[in-house]
């Protein structure tokens, strides 16, 4: 009987028969944790690495054991009877590499194609997680960081949701600060009749915002009334919130179209929102003897830095630290979140990093940083040209999302009309498809890569159909899909009544390495590193594609079998594309 809790998580199921045989081989050893790895020897399908931290242990001890290799002996005799065992064998120091049973592996996968995909699902020990993402700021440009961020904050958002995680989606755009009182006077500065009139269209806020920056900056006049329409604002005088209203809005409208292209889902709550909280917050840390005075700023020292954190600027007003500690505060106390995740570039390290330290010191946060209530920092590199430059237009500008998803789109959408399917395809199916194809490479370009490092930005590598690109990915999968079409056969059927039996070497090595998937969704998601789960899926692509040229499916002795497999793998393939937030195709 399979362990319900684990279906799936090989690595667990594993772990725990290991659990059971340490207590036999060292039973005055209380709480040794078993070390399993899948591994990709010839000797073994997982390997489980004890031996020797526990010789470590015991020798000296009086121990029966000599050494490693014999402690090793006796982990795997102590094994328990169980069926998803083949062999196992000891190597080297005392290694236990197990060979899982072939049919065991079939039979698990069979269960997953009856009882859907869910049950390999991560259990995990949160219930409730903030991820922080994209978080543009209004009136400034959204740009090539913030899709970095939106990307993979939703791939991770979708990574917990799967592990049955309630995720808070939160949009922390930057719509308060000083730079408003500029911006609500240049709006009536360009609209006398402002208040009188339906307000009139801000239009490119971009450039609107440029406009009242240059005047700002020039003249000393409008400085000043810039500065006194802030603390208008803030102190919620009607018409001065109404203009900054109008302001986010039209902003909003913007960061909602890149979102709907995306496909993503964000709930936003501004650094407004944390506004009216922040005094009390101060005041809370005020108590605490956290906070100093410094130069009419107030700040909090804190070991392992060099400044201050500034939580009071001298003028009195409120920063993105005090927001940011007041969001922390909040989340915890009113939401009730136990994890707290922030996707933002690698730039912003140090200020999480103070942050949460501040918490900490408040005791809001456990000392010990790997206990619940927890906060992580998702940081990410830089997008560059292609000549290793920050990415940038030909003008120089920052490059508009919106413009960059266009062109994947056109691009892939030219490559499909030039492969004739213009004419086989209703426009319709053509525009899906192109727009799958071209949004998912941009999200599988930037995912596929350790999110610490930087990467260009490339159109014609991210959209070949050759590599590790989604294109190829999504090209596979709709070739499995296709196989199981023209098989003619009703797979649901076949679910039902078939079996599934892994006799070739290559079917195996497949179907192992589809039971893999439980426990890498885990690692991605425990470890917030979604080039994790693009490798694995690459993989299955591989290992999918050697499976196909050695075994014949459809019109072989095994085709009920192959065609299980081949479902299998498209199950999966499918749960990772909807996991990094790409659309699958079914027809190429
Ligand atoms: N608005 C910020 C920026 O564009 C990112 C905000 C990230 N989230 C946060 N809670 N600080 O850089």
Sequence with gaps: MQDVENAGNVKRQLAKLFETSLRLTVPDEQDIEPLVAACAGNFGDYQCNNAMSTWAKIKGKGTQYRGPPAVGQAIMSNLPQSDMIESCSVAGPGFVNVILSSSWIAK???????????????????????????????????????????IIGDTLANMLEFSNVEVLRRNHVGDWGTQFGMLIEFLFEENPNWDQEEAAAIGDLQAFYKKSKLRFDSDPDFKFRAQKAVVKLQSGEAKYRQAWQQICETSRREFDGVYQRLKVKLEEKGESFYNPYIPQVMEELSHLGLIEESENAKVIHLEGFNIPLIVVKSDGGYNYASTDLTAIWYRLNVEKAEWMVYVT??????????????????????????????????????????????????????????????????????????????????????????EAIGYGAVKYADLKNNRLTNYVFNFDQMLSDKGNTAVYLLYAHARIASIIRKSGKDIEELKRTGSLALNHPDERALGLHLLHFAEIVEEACTNLLPNVLCEFLYNVSE??????????????????????LCEATAVVMRKCFSLLGITPVYKI
């Excluded at 409730?128 to 209004?138: E, R």
Aim: some cysteine.
């Design 543 to 564: 290992n999918f594609t050697k499976f196909y040229s050695n075994c014949q499916v459809v019109g072989s002795d095994d085709e009920t079998s192959r065609l299980l």
């Design 345 to 434: 570039d690698v730039g912003q390290q140090q200020h999480f990093d103070m942050v949460f330290s501040a918490a900490r010191r408040a005791g809001w946060l456990p000392a010990d940083s790997s206990l619940y209530p927890k906060v992580s920092h998702v940081g990410f590199g830089l997008v560059l040209g292609e000549d290793g430059k920050r990415f940038r237009t030909r003008s120089s500008e920052v490059v508009r999302l919106v413009d960059l998803l266009d062109e994947a789109k056109n691009r892939s959408k030219a490559a499909l009309v030039e492969r004739g399917k213009a004419a086989e395809w209703t426009e319709e199916e053509l525009d899906q498809t192109a």
């Design 108 to 150: 698990s996968i069979q269960s997953m194609l009856v009882h859907g995909i869910e049950t390999w699902a991560p259990k995990l020990s949160v219930s409730k997680a903030v991820v922080d993402f994209s978080s543009p700021n209004i009136a400034k440009e959204m740009h090539v960081g913030h899709l970095r961020s939106t």
